[in-house]
């Protein structure tokens, strides 16, 4: 694996593990209020995108970060609509 790469990949994880603490929050209070419905949309909407465009040109940080981070804000959307 090339620099490029390990940088990537780097980058990816530190992106994706920032969601943890809001994902684990709403769980443990059960309350989601104040996360914005119409922001995780948007927000889900464009990881959608990058992780299509990062299948597209074969870009294996971009389809794992955006793969997992998509899937931390199904279970924070999950747990919005789950306890609201």
């Given at each position: 694996m090339d620099f490029i790469t390990i940088l990537g990949l780097v980058a990816g994880v530190?992106?994706?593990v920032a969601f943890l603490p809001q994902m684990f929050q709403i769980w443990l209070t059960k309350s989601?209020?104040?996360v914005s419905f119409v922001m995780l949309i948007i927000f889900m909407?464009?990881?959608?995108l990058w992780l299509i465009y990062g299948i597209i040109i074969g870009a294996l940080?971009?389809?794992?970060a955006n793969g997992v981070t998509l899937f931390f804000n199904l279970?924070?959307?999950w747990l919005k609509i789950k306890y609201r």
């Open positions: 530190l992106t994706t989601a209020k104040d909407s464009g990881l959608c940080p971009i389809i794992m279970i924070i959307l």
